[in-house]
């Protein structure tokens, strides 16, 4: 996976004010630090913001939820500890709506549907298992489907998250027969050269927690010739 240069210049900043800021994840960021040593996004948004605002000393940022590395698309982080508890409600509550575009070498059964797994999580393979049934263990896993356009090789599906699970939706379409391109981890037959995966967060709504009005962000899939033609 290809890591990024800690430079803040480079943001995609899609949304921002006195209490948000919405980036425009590249695939191969890592949202938070972790054992890897990489740069976390999270340190990138604080630098860029510390240099726009010429503040002294530590920057606030939380981080409010996550996209998985090899993903692309929105990341929403709060700027302020009155944004940040409020929108970790809004969150828990499924009181967001995520949206995800992905592009998927098979066709699926129907244009549009509605899956429901259970996910059992397995932190050693940092993998999720989708079951028909309740099992162990297991999470209720909910997302809708639609096809919205067909490519030579591949099928384009924005998909609609009802809940929020760990790979939901890398593992309940691999259930379904639906590979991800380049996810080989949940049976694609190759990776891509970068290591990236084409599910992209494309569209996140929501109440802003403070102003209390309608908030939609929108953003644009990586610039891959795949990716150009769904535009």
Not at 41 to 52: F, G, T
Request: charged share 25%.
């Amino acid at each position: 996976m290809s890591k990024r240069q800690s430079d803040s210049k480079n943001l995609d900043v899609l949304y921002e004010d006195n209490h948000l800021i919405a980036i425009n994840k590249r695939p191969g960021d890592i949202v938070q630090g972790d054992k890897t040593g990489d740069t976390p996004l999270s340190d990138i948004v604080k630098e860029y913001l510390k240099n726009k605002y010429n503040k002294p000393g530590n920057v606030f940022l939380g981080v409010v939820h996550r996209l998985d590395r090899p993903t692309s698309g929105i990341v929403l982080f709060a700027k302020t500890s009155k944004a940040l508890s409020r929108l970790n409600k809004l969150f828990a509550e499924g009181k967001t709506q995520k949206t995800y575009w992905t592009l998927v070498r098979e066709s699926p059964p129907e244009i549009t549907g509605e899956l429901t797994h259970w996910l059992v999580r397995n932190p050693k393979q940092n993998k999720s298992y989708a079951h028909d049934k309740e099992v162990n263990n297991s999470k209720k896993a909910v997302l809708t489907y639609k096809l919205i356009k067909r490519l030579d090789s591949y099928n384009l599906l924005e998909i609609d998250l009802k809940t929020g699970r760990h790979h939901q939706i890398r593992a309940q379409l691999a259930a379904l027969g639906l590979h991800i391109k380049g996810d080989l981890k949940y049976g694609a037959a190759r990776s891509n050269t970068d290591g990236s995966i084409h599910l992209h967060a494309r569209k996140l709504e929501l109440i802003h927690p403070v102003k209390k009005e309608n908030i939609s962000v929108v953003a644009t899939p990586p610039n891959d010739p795949l990716w150009n033609a769904c535009i």
